[in-house]
């Protein structure tokens, strides 16, 4: 089992920055393919960012190239997002998730089996 507790949310201005973290326990997750999703209000989970188990390929969505750079350390057995260039829209709890020897299909929510409960990006404009 794994289980994953992200931090780092909070209230930023239009324009700010926040890294997220997500630390893992119950086993290293070197060899999982780990992920970034947000959900909004009354809106389905979104993808946001996306890294492969092996190789260490990164995958964005879209609206968050150039402005979200998504990280892992596997020493410290914990995923990143720092974000930057924050937009209102991008207020939303966002949820990090983790598959083992994931490296397809990152950006569905079900290619993931553990979840974390969620830290809230609040953006005021």
């Known amino acids: 089992q794994v289980q994953l507790v992200e931090s780092g949310g909070g209230l930023v201005q239009a324009g700010g920055s926040l890294r997220l973290s997500c630390e893992a326990s119950?086993?290293?997750?070197?060899?999982?393919?780990l992920g970034w999703f947000r959900q909004a209000p009354e809106k389905e989970r979104e993808f946001v960012a996306a890294?492969?188990?092996?190789?260490?390929?990164?995958y964005y969505a879209d609206s968050m190239k150039g402005r979200f750079t998504i990280s892992r350390n596997n020493a410290k057995n914990t995923l990143y997002l720092q974000m930057s260039d924050l937009k209102p829209e991008d207020a939303a709890v966002y949820y990090c998730?983790?598959?083992?020897?994931?490296?397809?299909?990152?950006?569905?929510?079900?290619?993931?089996?553990?979840w974390g409960q969620g830290t809230q990006v609040t953006v005021s404009s």
């Open positions: 998730a983790a598959d083992r020897y994931r490296n397809g299909l990152l950006g569905r929510p079900r290619s993931y089996r553990y």
């Open positions: 119950g086993r290293a997750v070197s060899d999982f393919g």
């Open positions: 890294i492969a188990y092996s190789g260490g390929s990164t």
